[in-house]
């Protein structure tokens, strides 16, 4: 691969520097394209969808099949996550043609190039249409589920709880909720709504639930012993939430934002230093230990964003990256790989928990 810069560099050049590409070409195209990487899967798959959308996931799917680890579920999910104007397929001919691919030569005569002109305008005002309305419909539904956020707070949550989630970690509560009875939150892309259903509705909604469930509905079931994290943008304006059980599942509401949203720990003035965890136990953990006001950002992922987002809020404090540090059976260690490269991404201090050192 020739880079990030390079690529970047990639997005802005006009089509017309490259061949003209159809969805049948697509195939070959990809066979010269090693699919392990991570970052260039993604870059593919945002490329593909950008110039071809859905008609393309079959191909760019089969194609990654051939990386290690593959996951189906992970596929559509990335798939899915992809929003136009990122990478195009400018991109994608750039990473096939390092690969050895070359365009196939046509003598196309001018009405037959005037037709592949037309078609290609109008597969990208297609394209450009469905963009547009996956845009309006991820805003529709980040505000229906806010609105559903709100609701669930407000009426069916309270201050002081019973969590032994927090027991078992052994953290305090900050600013968390405690679900007080049972209920079902929902989402419905199709019907642009979000809703709480109780008692015999929900009941009633689990019985009519069509199976399998349709993509557009995402549910969770909430109740007593249930915690309930507020997130928040950098305005304090509450988005959506996360919710943990007794046996520490995190659930999260489907369709909602959380892209530049997260939960402090014990927020001070001054703050001289500013802790930024993935979840909340690690983040009261580091609070406990260090006083450090700590801000939870859900995931390694979202991370970045938050940390751009407190960097401009609060120029004079010095940002630490609180590190998970999860040992796995394998031998890996993805949270503390992440964090580290995370870190130098940011030139921001990653740290991570000491382990007590064991007799032997």
């Known amino acids: 691969m020739g880079g990030r810069n390079q690529l970047d560099v990639l997005k802005g050049r006009a089509m017309t520097d490259f061949p003209n590409i159809e969805l049948n070409d697509l195939p070959g195209l990809l066979a010269h394209i090693n699919p392990d990487d991570r970052d260039t899967w993604v870059q593919v798959a945002m490329g593909v969808k950008a110039e071809f959308g859905e008609p393309a996931f079959s191909d760019w799917d089969s194609w990654s099949q051939g990386g290690a680890g593959y996951k189906p579920a992970a596929a559509r999910s990335v798939w899915k996550s992809c929003k136009g104007g990122k990478v195009g397929i400018g991109t994608v001919i750039h990473l096939a043609k390092q690969g050895g691919w070359q365009p196939r030569k046509r003598d196309l005569t001018p009405a037959e190039r005037e037709r592949m002109r037309a078609e290609q305008a109008e597969r990208r005002a297609k394209r450009a249409a469905e963009q547009a309305e996956e845009e309006r419909l991820e805003a529709v539904m980040q505000e229906q589920v806010q609105v559903g956020t709100h609701r669930l707070l407000a009426e069916f949550t309270a201050a002081r709880g019973k969590s032994d989630y927090l027991d078992r970690k052994q953290v305090s509560a900050f600013g968390v909720r405690f679900v007080t009875k049972p209920l079902l939150f929902s989402a419905d892309s199709k019907h642009e709504r979000s809703d709480i259903w109780l008692g015999a509705d929900m009941a009633r909604f689990l019985r009519e639930l069509p199976k399998p469930k349709p993509d557009h509905i995402g549910f969770m079931k909430l109740g007593p012993g249930d915690l309930i994290i507020p997130l928040a943008d950098e305005a304090g304006t509450v988005w959506s939430f996360q919710a943990i059980n007794a046996q520490g599942t ?111």
């Open 250 to 360: 995190k659930l999260f509401p489907k369709f909602a934002r959380k892209s530049g949203c997260f939960h402090w720990v014990g927020k001070a003035d001054p703050m001289p230093i500013i802790a930024l965890a993935e979840g909340y136990a690690t983040a009261v953990s580091v609070y406990q230990a260090t006083e450090w006001p700590t801000v939870m950002c859900v995931d390694v992922g979202n991370m970045a964003k938050v940390a751009a987002i407190i960097a401009q809020q609060y120029p004079e404090s010095r940002l630490i990256i609180a590190g998970d540090d999860d040992p796995k059976a394998d031998g890996t260690n993805p949270g503390r790989v992440a964090a580290e490269a995370l870190g130098l991404e940011l030139g921001i201090t990653a740290v991570f928990p000491e382990r007590p050192e064991v007799a032997a």
